[in-house]
């Protein structure tokens, strides 16, 4: 075996330990093993990258099974499978505000096939509710490719005598802490978008947590409650009803799939409280492999059937790649922990 073959990338597991085999008198053993440990990760990357994923693939999703996030990912699953002619599994990992599928996906193999489809609360927010979170969003994850955004609504049982977003701020100073508001739990996206609205507004309202958004949707359409930021996808049954009356938008810019007015557009200049959805990997996963999955991310999004699936949810497609993921996230990470902190919020 020559030395080029020894050295060159092309090299496979079993030559390397060949070549590292006719220096062994010389070299200490520890010295070997990590040797080894080397030429087996640089034939793996080498024939892992090429031909991929060499095994079923999967996606990590840190919610129960049946929630919107659901409705997405396993689209996205189907056709993955079918570019890749090989099957991708959405994993179920809830709890614990989602910490249990992230500390997974963290401690998982860097090799690609397993993913983790997040939100904003597992990587921006969380950081800044818990003190000790058994991951970090940055240093643990490989940034693969920034799925989309969409919005959360604000909605309010159709008792409460508003309109618009004016009217509800008006009526909100007028009634400080008598205007009731639920959300899907204590640090929850939506409770965070609530107490962004307040703080922006210089309003008080009571919050009043439940397990899931659906059970406080519930309440909200029986007057139990009179107002909540809920997804458009949880919502719209109720809407569509009449059970419930939506305002605006929280995003920066209107969506085409709602006819709603955002809630900046009502003078809270800057408010942007969307949900966004990004797929990651674990860290030490190569570079080129998170751009080579970006792309057929990419290419799946663009497809009828996914585009049909954003739309129902009303999430706007992005796509941007691991660089733009990156520079988002740290931005993100910043304007939550100042809301978290000016809230005064804390979960441990």
Same mark, same amino acid.
């Given at each position: 075996?020559?030395?080029?073959?020894?050295?060159?990338?092309?090299?496979?597991?079993?030559?390397?330990?060949?070549?590292?085999?006719?220096?062994?008198?010389?070299?200490?053993?520890?010295?070997?093993?990590?040797?080894?440990?080397?030429?087996?990760?640089?034939?793996?990357?080498?024939?892992?990258?090429?031909?991929?994923?060499?095994?079923?693939?999967?996606?990590?999703?840190?919610?129960?099974?049946?929630?919107?996030?659901?409705?997405?990912?396993?689209?996205?699953?189907?056709?993955?499978?079918?570019?890749?002619?090989?099957?991708?599994?959405?994993?179920?990992?809830?709890?614990?505000?989602?910490?249990?599928?992230?500390?997974?996906?963290?401690?998982?193999?860097?090799?690609?096939?397993?993913?983790?489809? &997040?939100?904003?609360? *597992? $990587?921006?927010?969380?950081?800044? %509710?818990?003190? !000790?979170?058994?991951? #970090?969003?940055? @240093?643990?994850?490989?940034?693969?490719?920034?799925?989309?955004?969409?919005?959360?609504?604000?909605?309010?049982?159709?008792?409460?005598?508003?309109?618009?977003?004016?009217?509800?701020?008006?009526?909100?100073?007028?009634?400080?802490?008598?205007?009731?508001?639920?959300?899907?739990?204590?640090?929850?996206?939506?409770?965070?978008?609530?107490?962004?609205?307040?703080?922006?507004?210089?309003?008080?309202?009571?919050?009043?947590?439940?397990?899931?958004?659906?059970?406080?949707?519930?309440?909200?359409? &029986?007057?139990?409650? *009179? $107002?909540?930021?809920?997804?458009? %996808?949880?919502? !719209?049954?109720?809407? #569509?009803?009449? @059970?419930?009356?939506?305002?605006?938008?929280?995003?920066?810019?209107?969506?085409?799939?709602?006819?709603?007015?955002?809630?900046?557009?009502?003078?809270?200049?800057?408010?942007?409280?969307?949900?966004?959805?990004?797929?990651?990997?674990?860290?030490?996963?190569?570079?080129?492999?998170?751009?080579?999955?970006?792309?057929?991310?990419?290419?799946?999004?663009?497809?009828?059937?996914?585009?049909?699936?954003?739309?129902?949810?009303?999430?706007?497609?992005?796509?941007?790649?691991?660089?733009?993921?990156?520079?988002?996230?740290?931005?993100?990470?910043?304007?939550?922990?100042?809301?978290?902190?000016?809230?005064?919020?804390?979960?441990?």
């Amino acid at each position: 075996m020559s030395a080029r073959d020894c050295a060159g990338t092309r090299a496979t597991a079993s030559a390397g330990t060949a070549c590292i085999a006719t220096r062994g008198a010389r070299a200490p053993a520890r010295v070997l093993a990590a040797a080894a440990l080397v030429v087996c990760a640089g034939a793996t990357h080498a024939q892992g990258t090429a031909v991929f994923p060499v095994k079923p693939m999967r996606l990590v999703l840190p919610y129960p099974p049946g929630g919107g996030t659901d409705s997405i990912a396993r689209p996205l699953a189907q056709r993955l499978s079918e570019q890749w002619k090989q099957q991708v599994i959405v994993d179920n990992r809830g709890g614990a505000n989602g910490n249990i599928g992230m500390e997974l996906v963290a401690k998982s193999p860097p090799d690609g096939h397993t993913l983790v489809l &997040a939100l904003t609360a *597992q $990587l921006a927010v969380n950081p800044a %509710l818990y003190e !000790k979170l058994p991951y #970090d969003p940055v @240093r643990d994850f490989e940034p693969v490719t920034l799925l989309g955004t969409g919005p959360y609504v604000l909605l309010v049982h159709p008792s409460l005598p508003v309109r618009n977003v004016k009217e509800l701020i008006a009526l909100a100073r007028a009634r400080p802490g008598q205007i009731t508001y639920g959300s899907a739990g204590n640090g929850s996206g939506a409770h965070l978008a609530a107490e962004l609205f307040t703080g922006t507004t210089a309003t008080q309202m009571t919050h009043v947590p439940y397990k899931g958004g659906g059970p406080g949707l519930v309440d909200l359409a &029986a007057g139990n409650i *009179q $107002l909540m930021f809920a997804t458009w %996808l949880s919502s !719209k049954p109720l809407v #569509d009803a009449g @059970r419930i009356r939506p305002l605006a938008v929280s995003t920066a810019r209107r969506l085409s799939a709602l006819a709603l007015p955002t809630v900046a557009e009502s003078g809270i200049a800057g408010f942007d409280a969307g949900v966004w959805y990004a797929v990651l990997a674990p860290a030490g996963t190569p570079r080129d492999l998170a751009a080579r999955i970006h792309g057929e991310i990419a290419r799946a999004s663009q497809h009828e059937e996914m585009r049909a699936v954003y739309a129902r949810a009303a999430i706007e497609p992005l796509g941007g790649g691991p660089d733009e993921l990156g520079r988002f996230l740290k931005d993100e990470l910043a304007k939550w922990a100042r809301v978290v902190r000016e809230a005064k919020v804390r979960l441990d």
